[in-house]
């Protein structure tokens, strides 16, 4: 569905993404890991459109995204969380979601109609459907729902899933890890998740590709990719034990 070829992002002489290449297949999850500035965000702002890459080729279903507006690349059916949850704060919860589902959808519906998708989408994430609950009501767990609920709203096709769990604890984790499987089964979308904590994301992924230094040092199975020496000289110190 995701096809990226050679992608390369220069900051002034500085490679964050040098020559990546991977693949992402109808309906799975893929795990992107690597250590802190490997280029995880970067990549995400390549296929989103926030950053227009140097080089190289982000083809999604037969189209070239490479260097399209983001809200282009968003009525294409790709949608991203970020890492620090910047939601529209004088607006409800509700309003934050019905907003990204009036004009971030690729046909625009009228303020009812996105209403009634934002509650839909809120109840599956868990978050209150009452058009005057406050975002100042939520806390970590709370934002990284919202930021989660206002990419589904815009019914993406593809999910960019930026480090979605962290600041929460142990069971909002879990919660959240299992949250992923149940919205690419219900709404059938494929989601590339960044995430830094190794065993939940181990759980969740079908396959893993991994960065360091802004190249891809390997692909894999989450088995395979634990195992691989480089990823554990690079990234994760020592050979990780799956259940
Ligand atoms: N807008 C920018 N200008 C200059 N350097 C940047 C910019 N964005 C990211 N970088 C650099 O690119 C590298 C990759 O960053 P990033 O993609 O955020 O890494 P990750 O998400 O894997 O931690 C880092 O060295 C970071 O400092
Ligand atoms: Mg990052």
Redesign the pocket.
Known sequence: MLTVTGLTKQ?GG?M?LNGVSFEVREREILGLI?P???????LFNCVSGALVPTSGSIRFRDEELAGLTPDAICHHGVARTFQIPRPFRKLSILDNVAVAAHYGAAKRSSEAAARARAREILELVGLPTDGAASTTLLGAGGLKKLELARALATGPRLLLADESLGGLDPAEMHDAAEMLKRVRDQYRITIVWVEHIMAMLMRVVDRIVV?DHGEKIAEGVPRQVAEDPRVIEAYLGEKLVLA
């Open positions: 900051f500085f964050a690597g802190n500035g490997s280029g995880k965000t970067t960065l």
